[in-house]
């Protein structure tokens, strides 16, 4: 069925949840915020702004942006893709559930990232769920209309490509280095991994997001308890410090050796 209207179709999915396929909408619709792919900040980065004019200029008028508070899904594991997603603003964590029901976040996502494409484009079902990290805004551009732009936009399908040759990389790294790497090289490097991903704050030490013990764990692959532990020693090493949920990185050239990796 060809849909004619893809910002009500949009709006339709957003609004409802559905008995098999859930998509949350967090809010009103008069509470929608806008945000043209002209001016976004990530434009230049941007996987969708690779495309060519006339692709980026029909997405552009056809997406539909919605706020997410803290805590709020995007999309839940298990549920059918009926399009994919761009981070205009605000932090995402990608996790899966575990046989044991323990949460391990495989991914986080910061502006100007897309969101729910290997599922749309592989036909597959959600194999974790995006959860927002802190107040966000998520565009939702409609399955009919990307995979349309796709096939007629070579620059677009090449720049997915690269992306999906990328995750499998990080995946295949990720997985060696849970396999052969003591906890406390792991818990560095994942205090690094989160540092390249959101920066720090105005001070220039202080990593600009804040997690709880318990999902500083859920990234690592281990212990609540250990984690804790471990951060207590980078902290009496005065290679981090911490100060509540916020970790300053007092030195790193001492943390990129805990964590094994050359700089």
């Known amino acids: 069925m060809r849909i004619k209207n893809h910002s009500a179709f949009c709006r339709m999915v957003l609004s409802f949840i559905e008995r098999d396929d859930y998509i949350c909408c967090l809010m009103p619709f008069d509470h929608l915020v806008s945000a043209d792919c002209n001016h976004c900040s990530k434009r230049f980065t941007n996987v969708f702004c690779k495309a060519q004019y006339d692709s980026l200029q029909e997405i552009n008028a056809e997406k539909v942006c919605t706020p997410y508070k ?9 549920t059918r893709p009926h399009g994919i997603f761009c981070v205009n603003r605000g932090k995402i964590k990608l996790s899966k559930l575990g046989d044991d029901g323990k949460e391990q976040i495989i ?49 677009l399908s090449l720049e997915m490509m690269k992306l999906l040759s990328d995750d499998l990389r990080k995946a295949e790294l990720q997985i060696t280095h849970l396999a052969q ?19 720090f704050e105005a001070d220039g030490k202080t990593i600009d997001v804040q997690f709880s013990r318990e999902d500083l764990a859920n990234i690592v692959g281990t212990a609540t308890e250990t984690v804790i532990r471990l951060l207590s020693e980078l902290n009496k090493d005065e290679i981090i410090h911490l100060t509540g949920k916020k970790i300053e990185i007092l030195n790193l050239q001492k943390l990129l050796k805990t964590a094994n990796i050359q700089d």
Not at 116 to 135: F, K, N, P, T, V
């Open 70 to 78: 803290k805590g709020e899904y995007i999309f839940k594991e298990g």
């Open 107 to 155: 991914r986080l996502v910061k502006p100007g990232d897309p969101l729910g494409y290997r599922a749309l484009l592989s036909g597959d079902l959600y194999s974790s769920s995006a959860i927002a990290i802190e107040e966000s805004g998520v565009c939702f551009i409609p399955k009919d209309l990307f995979m349309g732009i796709l096939q007629k936009d070579t620059q």
């Open 181 to 199: 790497k003591p906890v406390r090289e792991r818990v560095a490097e994942a205090l690094l991994f989160i540092k390249e991903t959101y920066g």
